[in-house]
């Protein structure tokens, strides 16, 4: 059964810092992995997909990257800046099926 | 297109009523999911359809929870009787399942409170 964490669950950064979250998933034979952006009270928005020939994707100041062997992918986030405090949540999707298992997320706050 | 559209976005019911939430998918995709959103248990997938077909309802909580698309356009989550318990939002989301395009569009959630 594919599990998928995140870390950390929470994190704070002062503006202009680059910074990395995590995802680890248990079962490499995935399909592709998506990052997900949540802000309060709100639906989620995919941010960028990760197919699992692909090692990495790249929107705007946001780098994922897939390591499927080791069952990890990392987003990237440069330069942060107060409008990315969100919840960042990634989400997998195992061969064969089309369920997309989520993390729990990462909260993450932005300081001005 | 409008996006997923989720309806209503507040519900507050007594325990042992019943509980309708519905979603209307983007046009022209032929996925569609039920997730249930709560501190304790994150996100989880409830159901999802393919071509308005049940494909995998193993994360159905119990025969309280039932749920059906008659048509490419329109699904119905329903709770009977509800439980406090089933306080949580929750969500629908929809795929083309395109390659071009895989990529997970969701409504705004419907947050439920059983009294």
């Known amino acids: 059964k594919q599990e998928v964490t995140q870390i950390p669950a929470a994190l704070s950064v002062p503006e202009g810092e680059n910074l990395v979250l995590n995802c680890s998933f248990t079962d490499s034979a995935i399909y592709n992995l998506q990052w997900f952006r949540q802000d309060p009270g709100k639906g989620l928005t995919s941010l960028l997909l990760?197919?699992?020939?692909?090692r990495e994707q790249t929107s705007g100041r946001l780098n994922a990257s897939l390591d499927k062997s080791s069952g990890r992918s990392t987003l990237y986030i440069a330069a942060s800046q107060p409008g990315d405090s969100a919840t960042y949540l990634c989400a997998v999707r195992t061969s064969g099926t089309y369920k997309y298992i989520f993390g729990t997320g990462t909260r993450l706050k932005v300081l001005a | 297109d409008a996006g997923v559209i989720q309806s209503p976005r507040h519900e507050v019911t007594e325990m042992g009523q019943e509980v309708t939430l519905r979603c209307k998918p983007i046009s022209g995709h032929d996925y569609l999911f039920w997730y249930r959103q709560t501190m304790m248990r994150g996100l989880e997938l409830l159901i999802y359809?393919?071509?308005?077909?049940?494909?995998?309802d193993s994360g159905m909580p119990e025969d309280r929870f039932s749920a059906k698309m008659p048509n490419a356009s329109f699904s119905t989550l329903k709770i009977q009787p509800s439980e406090p318990r089933d306080s949580a939002v929750y969500f629908c989301?929809?795929?083309?399942?395109?390659?071009?395009?895989?990529?997970?569009?969701f409504g705004s959630g419907t947050q439920l409170s059983v009294l």
């Open positions: 989301a929809s795929s083309s399942g395109s390659q071009k395009d895989e990529k997970l569009f």
């Open positions: 359809f393919n071509n308005n077909v049940p494909i995998d």
């Open positions: 990760i197919q699992s020939s692909q």
